[in-house]
DNA sequence: TCTGGGGTCCTAGGACCC
DNA sequence: TCTGGGGTCCTAGGACCC
């Protein structure tokens, strides 16, 4: 649908543009959160620092309140770096000359991502409330489905409904509208902080609209007004541009949403791919997804930087500790997993990865370690800075499914070769197949073997088995941070 | 400032099979 | 022996997001 449809015909043309989706965007959710509980702390620089401990100067800023942004403070920024634009507070001694001026200072804390987390169900609770269908993207953000809750009919004579409040100019109030205020107004009331909200007929254009007026926005953008509304916008505002791709449009003459609307999109799909096609419908406002409630992880990982080093006891010990944690948490949501990967970060900043597939999926925390420092072995007398371990080709079958079919009835005590502690499902060679929902339809030599008896599931892991994870990249990019965003929002967990 | 940690999806190229 | 096209699944890397 080009810019121009008209309010009456388009919606009859196209149901979907009749939807009406929230996107809420908490605002600064992590500092916002601090100052819940301890409300001395409003009004205040505040930087929220990720890998931050009290004192230090290492970590990133995660999030920073505006009122420390005005400093220069942004998300992703290293802490040292913060340090230098607002001094911490706890530096402005009065008495000492060279200390920071006390007005020139802020408060620095290391995040609780817990204590935020309890602040979120507070905030989710509401947007399950309000919603149809809700999608939590992230700890701070949601999309809403709302169509059936509310129309973008104009508010006011409910006997009178204009056809459609498209038609006018800007100005005209619409029931969707009304909605998101009540439903911002529940969040601050009930969970007591601020949220941004964006309103419009797909998700992409309701993502862009809760950006658009942040802190404590409402940007409605009713189905006629959307492709105005994205065209004068530069490129990186929209979801899924980022600074690559921002370039690449940038070289082809593109610099707004505008121009991605009207460019030749075989064009785009000659330079990036689907990823160009992709892109220029949604400057166009075309964006028929569905808003579908958040589904089950992919994959499980965890890292931490080192300083560089080429210690392989320091290495090895960083990669069992990582491979321990995410076995911890792959069993506490009661996942198994079939494929386990590391990634190594060489300096400056050369991301490797490497992975390695078993048979069939598994519980079994040694393996993880064992498999992962095998990996490891590949980068010995290499200096790191990073290393991350990964588990991934999830399966998240009932626990109960994966003991039954345990692959040790009668065997070694209910212990997989692995190290013991592992459970498999692979015992049962029909329940493998076909569970990973990923094509995997046949009983190949893999299903056959890890049938065979269940004790035997390292020696494939030894064998280099040929079998291994599909499309599942990894996860981290070298990509920097991304300070363009005037939100702050480079990355991180929280940025608005 | 040397760049934090958790994810998703996509693509390229190779092995292997029919 | 070569040709060869189609398909699946794998690993590795890249871009992006929060």
Redo the contacts with the bound molecule.
Sequence with gaps: MAGGTLPGTEADDDAGSDRVVFHVDMDCFYASCERLRRPELTGEPLVVG??YEAGET???V?TASYEARAFGVE????I??AL?LLPRRANADPDDPDAPDPEEAGRYLPVDLDYYKEVASDVKAVLRDCADTLRE?????AYLDVTDRTAWDAAGDPADPPPSAAAGPAEVRTLAEGYARHVKQRIEREAGVPASVGVAPNMSTA?VASDADKPDGLVVVTPGEVEPFLASLPT?E?????????R?LADLGIETAGDLAAADPDRLGEEL???GRELYRRARGEDDREVTPT?L?????????LSATADEERKRETVRA?AADVAR?ARERGCLY??I?IKAVE???????????LPGPVDDPDLVESVALD?LDEFAGDRV??L?V?V??LDFAESDQATLGGFDPGGDGGNGAGGGSGRSRDGDGERNVGRNG?????LGPRSVAADGDGGKLTDWVDDEP??????????????????RDADG???????S
């Design positions: 990720m890998g290492i970590g990133a995660a998300s992703a920024m290293p040292s770096e230098d993207v992230s700890v701070d953000e993502k990186a929209i979801h899924g541009v980022g600074p690559v791709t921002e690449t791919g689907d990823r589904g992880p992919k994959s499980l990982s965890r890292e931490s930087s990582l948490r079939r494929t990967g300096p400056p900043y050369e991301v490797n990865t490497r992975a390695r597939s990996l800075r990073k991350g990964r991934s080709k990923d094509g995997d339809t046949d040929s079998t291994g994870e599909r499309g599942e990249g990894d996860a981290d990019d070298g990509a920097e941070p991304d300070p929002q480079a990355s991180l967990g929280d940025w």
